[in-house]
Every structure is written in structure tokens, then in C-alpha cells.
């Protein structure tokens, strides 16, 4: 699996467009760049995931630059809700037998 | 969470004694992951499966074992536990689209 790089802590005014950082320098052709986040110690739950488009569901956008080298993932309004850790992982496209393993994360404080 | 639940979700145990986390999942996912997870390291994998008695080792192996004798279950055990082996763990189950699902945790506490 490619590797992934966040940055470990960021901080956000509430009402604000949140915006994560994620490198994936390693990532080959047919990965795929998923999000999820983690709110106090509840299991992880998805958030979004994408190829090389960008994309837009219900709870975030995903933007992901040309090279796919680095992706971005914006919260449009954040509240305080929103303060957890967030996760950037890469996946296969395909169902191969593959350790998903997930870095430290950057943990995203709302401030009101 | 896609069916997947945990037991038992809190645990209190000794030193020296074994200890069997449950995983069971009801929508039939090949794949199934083991994590725990610890302040300042985030989650790291303990063992996954990609089948029916097919198994393999993540980064933290040491000290566990597992065990997947039908699709629906999979079985951690700490074959003697130790106090650095107090943690949260997570189970996680992948499913169509890559999709991972995860359950609820299990607290694990050795003294």
C-alpha cells in the first residue's frame, strides 16, 4: 500500500470550510484515496472516497491534484461536530489481499 | 456499521490469563481486519483475513492470535495477557467498494 503523510493536529473556526491536508507521493494507478474519520472513541466511520476525479457527497468534497500525488478534504461548514480525527488511507481497486493500515491521523478541532 | 459487532465490549482481566475478542458480521465480507489503538499511535493492525481459515499478520502481531473458521466470525486471543496489551481494539469488516466498516471496540483492560 502507498503511504500516506497528514499533518497531526489543525484547527478550524466553526462555520468555516475545513480543509485537510493528505500526501500520497507513492500512490500507483488503480489506488484508490478513501477518508474516514474517528470521533472520541466511537469505530472509525467513512466519509468519502475517490480515483482521480473529485467528489462531493452529503457530508464532504475530495479533491484530489491532477499528479494524484496529494488529495484534500473539505468539510464546507464545519461545526463542532466535526472535531475528531480524520484518516487518509489508499486501497486497491481491486479485492487484493492487501494490510490496510491507517497512520496517526490528523486530529481537526472545531473552535467555536 | 454494516452488521459488525463486537464482544465483549468491556473487559477487566489478570496478567497470565487468556483472553478471546469476538468479531461477528452478518453481510458476508471476505475481508476482516483486527486493530488496536492507543493514544499517539492511531490504529494499528494487529492481523487481517482474506477468507475462511486464510490469515494473515499486520505490524503488531506479537502476542496474538486469530482464528476465522466461518465468513461471519473472527476471533483475536491473547494467549497470556500482559499489561501493555491493555487497549481499544477494533474490528472491521470490507465490504463491496472497498467500503471498510467498523465496530464499536472493545476495551480491554489487563492488571
Known amino acids: 500500500d502507498a503511504k500516506t503523510t497528514q499533518p497531526p493536529s489543525m484547527d478550524c473556526a466553526e462555520g468555516r470550510a475545513a480543509n485537510l491536508p493528505c500526501n500520497h507521493s507513492?500512490?500507483?494507478?488503480?489506488?484508490?484515496v478513501y477518508w474516514y474519520r474517528q470521533i472520541h472513541s466511537q469505530g472509525p466511520q467513512y466519509i468519502i472516497h475517490?480515483?482521480?476525479n473529485n467528489e462531493t457527497n452529503e457530508m464532504a468534497s475530495l479533491i484530489i491534484t491532477e499528479d494524484r500525488k496529494s488529495s484534500t478534504l473539505i468539510l464546507p461548514h464545519a461545526t463542532l461536530r466535526d472535531t475528531a480525527v480524520y484518516y487518509c488511507i489508499v486501497i486497491l481497486s481491486n479485492f487484493g489481499n492487501e494490510k490496510l493500515t491507517f497512520g496517526t491521523g490528523t486530529r481537526l478541532t472545531i473552535i467555536p | 456499521d454494516a452488521g459488525i459487532t463486537q464482544s465483549p465490549r468491556h473487559k477487566v482481566t489478570e496478567t497470565g490469563t487468556p483472553v478471546t475478542l469476538r468479531c461477528h458480521q452478518t453481510e458476508n465480507h471476505r475481508y476482516m481486519y483486527w486493530y488496536r489503538q492507543d493514544p499517539g499511535h492511531g490504529l494499528r493492525l494487529i492481523h487481517y483475513?482474506?477468507?475462511?481459515?486464510?490469515?494473515d499478520k499486520g505490524e503488531v502481531s506479537d502476542g496474538y492470535s486469530v482464528s476465522r473458521s466461518k465468513t461471519e466470525d473472527f476471533l483475536l486471543t491473547l494467549e497470556s495477557a500482559t499489561s501493555s496489551q491493555t487497549s481499544v481494539y477494533f474490528c472491521a469488516a470490507r465490504g463491496g467498494g472497498n467500503t471498510i466498516y467498523f465496530g464499536e471496540g472493545s476495551w480491554l483492560t489487563v492488571v
Open positions: 507513492t500512490i500507483s494507478g488503480n489506488e484508490y
Open positions: 483475513s482474506y477468507g475462511v481459515k486464510d490469515t
Open positions: 475517490g480515483l482521480k
